[in-house]
C-alpha cells in the first residue's frame, strides 16, 4: 500500500492550492497523518501533522498560511496551501502511521511525492 498525492503544480506567489492524499489499499487504522516536504539541497521537514481525534501541529514558517485537514471514513489528508512564498517551493510527502491489519504493528506510510512551484 502506498499514499497517493494530488494537487502539486505551478502558481504564482499569493496563490493557494490544495494537495489531497489517500492510500491506494486498505489500512486497518491510520493515527497520524502528516504532509512533509523537501526543498532542492535541504532536508526534509515536516510541514504539519494531525491526529486521528484532530488535533494539528504547524511548522512556524506555515503556521497561519496553510491548513491541514482529514477525512477519517476516507483515510485522506488535505494541505490546504494559501498565500504562497516562493520558499514554499519543494517536493512535498505526504506521510501516515497506521496498522496494516488488526494486531500488527504500527508503520509508516509514505507517498512519491508532489511538486510544489511557486513563481515570484
Known amino acids: 500500500v502506498q499514499l497517493v498525492e494530488s494537487g502539486g503544480g505551478l502558481v504564482q506567489a499569493g496563490g493557494s492550492l490544495r494537495l489531497s492524499c489517500a492510500p491506494s489499499g486498505s489500512i486497518f487504522s491510520i493515527n497520524t497523518m502528516g504532509w512533509y516536504r523537501q526543498a532542492p539541497g535541504k532536508q526534509r521537514e515536516l510541514v504539519a501533522g494531525?491526529?486521528?481525534?484532530?488535533?494539528?501541529n504547524y511548522a512556524d514558517s506555515v503556521k497561519g498560511r496553510f491548513t491541514i485537514s482529514r477525512d477519517n471514513a476516507k483515510n485522506t489528508v488535505y494541505l490546504q496551501m494559501n498565500s504562497l512564498k516562493p520558499e514554499d517551493t519543494a517536493v512535498y510527502y505526504c506521510?501516515?502511521?497506521?496498522?496494516?491489519?488488526?494486531?500488527?504493528?504500527?508503520?509508516?506510510?509514505w507517498g512519491q511525492g508532489t511538486l510544489v512551484t511557486v513563481s515570484s
Open positions: 494531525i491526529t486521528s481525534g484532530g488535533s494539528t
Open positions: 506521510n501516515a502511521n497506521g496498522r496494516p491489519a488488526p494486531g500488527w504493528g504500527r508503520y509508516d506510510y
